[in-house]
């Protein structure tokens, strides 16, 4: 039935299903039991019938049976949740860990065992959110950077958060787990076949709560393998390349092409694509002295956010070259005019001044 809970592919998914059908099937048959006497005692009983009411008070008798069935019900059912409970619950001997940390409005996952770690954003194009494309396949629940993970093996999640409380749900694999900020919360699948496997955040985070989604690729032991070579490889050359870039002084164009296009994906659902703005949400960039006139804290809230607020730090998401780029754009667009072109150096002397 569409309506009922999935089955999923783990062990532990199948588990949770049967759990679940065991109570309902419980709970349909005290249904039966208790209406169905109640229907029957009303038409049995009834006073058309001349079926004159009993004059009784009390049974002790009755007192006992309907505290014990109850009771004894209640162990049946305890003992077979409490053994799913446990099993869930139990991520020893895990051969993978992978700490999962939820921000407003995306997740970053960091492998533990490899130098690895990146950031997942949701990859549905706008136009399908503002109704100008038709709707995908897989409307609001695709990414950028898929979380990929080996088949056959115990991976153990590690959860928190940056901000508010988040929620990491992937149904298939019967793991729904908070992030909750300054705690680590655990949880464990062991993925039996490769495949696509889609979630949510489940927690009512924020404004964009519906545009954080979860996408979890599984891929054969030695598929995995060469695709944890290919990021670790990648990544270590980004590195390189940043401190490559430490060294130049990047032309106004090139940085105000690519500080617009990062602005555009990150920052306009905000701030807007004029610099505007959301009176009384999100402030203007457009005239705002200190995008204007306060350099070092215009890279610093870039880069760290700005407590208590919607506003997230992006310094882990964005590259030296991006961030240089994108504060470049803020003060030189939509007339703030400063002139000022900000270097990778820059946000590096920011970065060294905060540790």
Known sequence: MPLNLSQGVTNISEQVYDLHMTIFYICCIIGFIVFGAMFYSIVRHRKSRGVKPANFHESTKVEILWTAIPFLILIG???PATKTLIAMENSDDAELTIQVTGSQ???????FEHDLEFYSVLATPKKQIENKLAKGDNYLLEVDRPLVIPTNTKVRFLMTSDDVIHSWWVPEFAVKKDANPGFINE???NVPKAGIYRGQ???L???DHGFMPVVVIAKEQAD???WLAEQVAKQKAKQEEEQRLLAMQLPEQELMELGKRTYDQFCAACHQPNGQGLPGMFPALAGSEMVTKDADGHIDIVLYGKTGTAMAG?????????LAAVVTYE???WGNDTGELIQAADVQARKNAAE
């Open 331 to 333: 003060r030189n667009a």
């Open 224 to 226: 995995f393998d060469a």
């Open 187 to 189: 949880a464990w699948t």
């Open 201 to 203: 955040c489940a927690e």
């Open 77 to 79: 059912m305890a003992i």
């Open 314 to 322: 992006y310094g882990k998401q964005l590259s030296l070259k991006e």
């Open 105 to 111: 409005w995306k997740w970053h996952y960091k492998y």
């Open 205 to 207: 985070c924020g404004k």
